[in-house]
């Protein structure tokens, strides 16, 4: 899908001149401090949770969203909800269809009233800081960039990473969408079309929880400390002046018709904003139970700091307090040598621990599967039961339900663990070392053995023959030992003795990156 020429034209109007034009950013932008509105009592969405939270003491409700496409529209939905506030955190905010179709209920929220703040990592910013920045100049609507590239001349990123590295390397992963401080989106997914089941080309396996109560009120709490840190930025300092609200305006109009012209979301939208009007305002939240957020501070992203992560270190207390099971779902997998220890103990004290992540075909970053796959046969040595994903991995029921555009490719990006069908992670944290050293990440853990359950039957069909490979040693089993995946193709168990489905080029690449000394504590 591509943008109209008339919105193309607004946007310059609006902007005045490229972002990419500048050489850098101003820093006499004010950057005032703002934090999270406390719940409204009087609000329709209060009066509509207060009894099941009555019910509830000291508990959140949640629901999971499993499939992209209901993910996509949720937000739409709960965007429409909204009556005081809506705090939009993500590394990722892409300009496609799916990204414009949000900036559009975003802007339309800030119009009727209600608070926007939303903050974006800088990394992948050069596709779409354009769009981002035409929401600069509406009333009730502010944009910052965390983190960002000194330099805004885009070829010129590149030398500024050489030469920054230690700096720029550092990004805010967490994934945040908050109603009200009291519905939210935790989870993996970034905002573009891959995520959310419209690519047509390779879209992302992925796995989010919707929480109601104390567990918004805390992932709140998180964004301010970002919102208001050193390293958010206001779109302002990027452009040489701020849109006025008639440019504003012009170009969210038109902006509003583009949206209209998504089919995906004229037909589906109306039914699925019924749903979550239904679920939202009479509470009807499946699971309870006692919620942890888990989330880094602003402050790991400078170097200097060396900041601990308090993700990882729960991460640990949670694998070796396990005594029945560990199941996880990454979409990168690459423990670092304390936690490799960790589980393969685990596993040979009898526990048993499965772990899902890519396979070579499937993954989007190969020099993380060369990480992973030094470690493949010592894992499986200590017992550990691995599976990877396949990369035309039978589709799920339901993931057609809502698109008929959706690529043939898949890629797994979920980070979900379940730990002794008691608790639930799921969050922006992959079992890696630039999610355990380096990005700053966040995750929600939940006490709840019917949340567990559930949660771990969809990790299992995620394991399933025809949607991942089974990885085992051939005989003897030993650290050295040939590599076997077993699966399931055309409805046939088979078994394969090399990376099922990968090119020549991946496994070129991996097998050169799995030599290089160092590597894997930026992977």
């Not at 039978?394 to 980070?415: D, I, P, T």
Request: aromatic share 8%; with cysteine.
């Amino acid at each position: 899908m591509r943008f109209s020429r008339n919105f193309a034209r607004l946007a310059c109007l609006v902007l005045v001149l490229s972002l990419s034009g500048c050489a850098t950013y101003r820093t006499d932008v004010p950057r005032p401090s703002s934090y999270a509105v406390p719940p409204d009592p009087d609000s329709t969405l209060a009066r509509a949770l207060a009894p099941a939270l009555a019910a509830h003491p000291g508990e959140s409700g949640f629901v999971p969203l499993q499939y992209g496409a209901l993910a996509f529209l949720a937000r739409a939905a709960l965007a429409d909800v909204a009556e005081h506030t809506l705090d939009v955190q993500y590394y990722i905010y892409e300009s496609d269809a799916s990204g414009t179709v949000l900036a559009d209920r975003l802007i339309a929220a800030a119009r009727r009233g209600v608070r926007v703040r939303v903050l974006v990592d800088d990394n992948n910013l050069t596709r779409s800081e354009d769009r981002l920045a035409t929401l600069a100049g509406h009333r009730n609507l502010d944009v910052r960039v965390f983190n960002p590239y000194h330099n805004r001349v885009r070829w010129m990123r590149p030398w500024e990473f050489v030469t920054s590295f230690g700096r720029v390397q550092r990004r805010m992963h967490n994934k945040v969408f908050a109603v009200d401080s009291q519905l939210v989106v935790i989870g993996g997914r970034n905002i573009g079309d891959n995520y959310f089941d419209l690519n047509r080309s390779v879209n992302f396996s992925d796995m989010e929880l919707l929480g109601a109560g104390p567990i918004a009120t805390n992932a709140v709490a998180s964004f301010d400390a970002y919102w208001n840190s050193p390293w958010a930025i206001p779109i302002e300092a990027f452009l040489a002046r701020t849109p006025t609200e008639a440019e504003a305006n012009a170009a969210a109009d038109e902006l509003s018709r583009y949206a209209v012209t998504v089919d995906e979301f004229r037909e589906q939208y109306e039914p699925v904003r019924e749903q979550i009007r239904n679920l939202v305002h009479r509470a009807q939240f499946p699971y309870w139970g006692r919620a942890e957020l888990l989330a880094d501070p602003p402050e790991k992203i400078d170097e200097s700091r060396r900041t601990a992560s308090p993700l990882l270190a729960r991460a640990y207390a949670l694998w070796a307090g396990a005594r029945q099971e560990v199941l996880v779902e990454s979409a990168y997998l690459v423990p670092l040598r304390r936690g490799a220890a960790l589980i393969a103990e685990r596993a040979e004290a009898g526990v048993r621990v499965r772990a899902l992540t890519n396979s070579l075909a499937s993954t989007d970053v190969v020099p993380v599967h060369a990480g992973y796959a030094k470690r493949r046969r010592e894992l499986l040595a200590a017992g550990v039961e691995l599976y990877e994903f396949q990369a035309d991995a039978r589709l799920r029921q339901g993931e057609r339900r809502y698109f008929k555009r959706m690529g043939s490719g898949n890629s797994l990006h979920s980070k979900v663990m379940v730990i002794d069908r008691q608790l639930t992670w799921v969050g922006s944290f992959n079992i890696d070392p630039r999610s355990a050293l380096i990005n700053t990440e966040l995750a929600v853990l939940v006490d709840s053995p019917a949340l567990a359950m559930q949660m771990a039957r969809l990790v299992e069909s995620d394991m399933a023959p025809d949607r991942a490979w089974s990885l085992s040693l051939a005989p003897p089993r030993s650290r050295t030992g040939r590599l076997i995946w077993s699966g399931e193709r055309d409805g046939r168990r088979v078994q394969l003795t090399g990376e099922p489905g990968a090119t020549r080029w991946q496994r070129f690449v991996a097998g050169v990156m799995r030599w290089i000394p160092g590597l894997d504590r930026f992977l």
